[in-house]
């Protein structure tokens, strides 16, 4: 998913409120599973072929491609861009981690207390989940083992691993001087044989890093050629129509949805809509909403056992929402103030991108 704050003068784009429809729109595509199993045919699949929680994340993706490399172009030094992102990831990540370990795990978990807090994954569950490389293999013992769909304790973490990657890419590409104009045709040059083997390698690991690098790429190519008047609404609506006939029909090309959907929220983003503007004041509770999604969702199907879809939608997306608007107040925005004021405090000589 795409993590990054948006910019001074952010106010005048529909970004933060997109976000939080895509965070909400993977909570949606996961109520299926987390109230009825994984045995039960899931709804929420786009034309049979596209899912909704993954075109989700294909749209955050896009986004970030923007932000991020808009956030690059913008350092005053690299050490500042990689602490702004990791400011953006860790202190809210670790903090849900943390509430996951110590207070959901106790109340949820199927084993007694003294087991429970005997096991070292809980100790360890945390620092996995922070460090990013491990967080897919981040675990707790027994917890909602009574649920319909009981081996998952927060699953969608695994796209912050691939989320991170992208940024890495976006670094080292910079720092080459690959994202500036007349050398960003060399990028995606290079840029296409590593997807090639990342989707298509013997390597099914690499296959995400391959599906997400699609949409933040042409994130990056929507930044790098916005004066050229690159959106255009009717070109996104006509990439839509070709992508989802193609997969009605039963012939579905990835790479062209992956660019349908991150084109036309890019569009969607910088749509003349005022009415939509005064969002930008609640607060941008996208990321605390994904990354508590799938626990709260947890929690209501052991709470209220034999949930139906529409029940675990109705009630696991407002409590998510307000799980992320908690984590933007408390955690998220203190952290990202904080940063800000300190590198106000260092001037540091502007770098060129």
């Known amino acids: 998913m795409s993590i990054e704050s948006l910019p001074e003068g952010g106010e005048q784009n529909h970004f933060t409120l997109l976000r939080l429809v895509a965070a909400s729109a993977v909570i949606i595509g996961h109520s299926s599973l987390l109230a009825l199993g994984a045995d ?5 699949y786009l034309f049979g072929d596209y899912h909704l929680g993954i075109t989700a994340v294909i749209a955050f993706f896009a ?6 490399c808009l956030s690059f172009e913008r350092r005053r030094s690299n ?5 702004a992102r990791v400011t953006r990831i860790l202190p809210g990540l670790l903090v849900a981690a943390t509430v996951t370990a110590f207070v959901v795990g106790p109340l949820f978990t199927r084993l007694p207390l003294e087991d429970y807090f005997s096991d070292w994954s809980i100790w360890l569950y945390p620092l996995q989940a922070a460090s990013i490389v491990r967080i897919m293999a981040a675990h707790l013992p027994e917890l909602f083992a009574s649920n319909p769909f009981p081996s998952g304790v927060n699953i969608p973490l695994w796209t912050l691993y691939y989320e991170v990657a992208c940024y890495a890419g976006l670094f080292l590409a910079g720092i080459f001087g690959l994202i500036r104009p007349r050398r960003f045709p060399w990028l995606v040059l290079l840029w296409v044989p590593v997807y090639a083997a990342a989707r298509y390698g013997p390597w099914p690991a690499l296959q995400p890093f391959a599906t997400f690098s699609v949409p933040f790429v042409l994130g990056m190519a ?4 916005r004066s050229a008047g690159i959106l255009n609404g009717w070109l996104a609506l006509a990439l839509l129509a070709v992508a989802s006939g193609l997969a009605f029909v039963g012939h579905g090309v990835e790479e062209l949805w992956s660019l349908a959907v991150g084109y036309g929220v890019l569009c969607l983003g910088f749509a003349k809509a005022p009415a939509l503007i005064a969002y930008n004041r609640v607060g941008d509770f996208s990321y605390g909403t994904y990354i508590y999604g799938f626990i709260v969702q947890q929690m209501v199907a052991a709470l209220v056992p034999g949930i139906s879809l529409l029940g675990m939608i109705a009630l696991s997306l407002p409590l998510a929402i307000s799980f992320g608007a908690g984590s933007w107040y408390c955690v998220e925005r203190p952290a990202i103030d904080l940063r800000k004021r300190r590198v106000r405090a260092e001037p540091a000589p502007r770098t060129q991108p």
């Not at 039960?40 to 929420?44: K, L, N, Q, Y």
């Not at 986004?63 to 991020?68: R, Y």
């Open 40 to 44: 039960t045919p899931d709804p929420f």
């Open 63 to 68: 986004i970030s491609g923007f932000f991020v």
């Open 79 to 83: 050490a500042e861009f990689v602490l």
């Open 222 to 225: 929507v930044y790098r050629y």
